[in-house]
């Protein structure tokens, strides 16, 4: 059974630095498609970051694009590295396994299994 783990989510100020992980258990993460997603109160979930099968492919929603760096290791860990985060950052934030080909990387049907959030809170 793939379960994916969020850890790393805190409350921080603007301009601050937190580091999310994801350890996903059950499945090879190498070998496949990993994504962030983000969801702030009162809004759709959206993609953040994804990265691919060898990890030479990311992707980032222009939003946190020069911020935002997505990442694993070799022990199944996914890493999301915010830098210089804002206010607007504030949100639940989603590990993400499966994702679609091309543009269509940050579209939620394509993910076919979340982990179960961790939240960010950044403060002006």
């Known amino acids: 059974q793939v379960q994916l783990v969020e850890s790393g989510g805190d409350s921080v100020q603007a301009g601050g630095s937190l580091r999310l992980s994801c350890a996903v258990s059950g499945y090879t993460l190498s070998a496949y498609c990993m994504g962030w997603f983000r969801q702030a109160p009162g809004k759709e979930r959206e993609g953040v970051a994804v990265?691919?099968?060898?990890?030479?492919?990311r992707a980032y929603t222009d939003s946190v694009a020069g911020r935002f760096t997505i990442s694993r290791d070799n022990a199944n860990t996914l890493y999301l590295q915010m830098n210089s985060l804002k206010p607007e950052d504030t949100a639940a934030y989603y590990c993400?396994?499966?994702?679609?080909?091309?543009?269509?990387?940050?579209?939620?049907?394509?993910?076919?299994?979340w982990g179960q959030g961790t939240q960010v809170t950044v403060s002006s």
């Open positions: 993400a396994l499966g994702c679609g080909s091309g543009s269509s990387w940050s579209r939620r049907d394509y993910v076919q299994l």
């Open positions: 990265i691919r099968t060898g990890g030479e492919l």
